[in-house]
């Protein structure tokens, strides 16, 4: 039973600029939950690429997203967010949430094993 639902993917050109939406579905509350995004392009394996804290909202992103991305959450709307800006080709690629039960994101934020529960994903395209 998928917990998680990803939307906001689509077509975009390069340089444009998106939101990705992660929502608890069937009741699953994400307060008290650190979500991760973690994004995976054809070919390449999975990779993290930005994480928030429960508690106090700390924010961790991967190098290669750095300045880019903005990860928020609104536990009112139940939704953490992605923002993308400066969308690149090498952004192309399905996008995943992930539940982190311990409610905190940390320098190993990046590594699957941190997550229990997936979205089903949503996928960027980057054409011109």
């Known amino acids: 039973q998928v917990q998680l639902v990803e939307s906001g993917g689509g077509l975009l050109q390069p340089g444009g600029s998106l939101t990705l939406s992660c929502t608890g579905s069937n009741g699953f509350i994400l307060d008290g939950y650190a979500i991760g995004w973690f994004r995976q392009a054809p070919g390449k394996e999975r990779e993290g690429v930005s994480c928030i804290s429960s508690n106090d909202g700390s924010r961790y992103y991967a190098d290669s997203v750095k300045g880019r991305f903005t990860i928020s959450r609104d536990n009112d709307k139940n939704t953490v967010y992605l923002q993308i800006e400066n969308l690149k080709r090498e952004d192309a690629a399905v996008y995943y949430c992930?539940?982190?039960?311990?409610?905190?994101?940390?320098?190993?934020?990046?590594?699957?094993?941190?997550?229990?529960?997936w979205g089903q994903g949503t996928r960027v395209t980057v054409s011109s």
């Open positions: 992930a539940t982190n039960p311990s409610g905190l994101c940390g320098s190993y934020f990046f590594m699957e094993i941190e997550y229990d529960d």
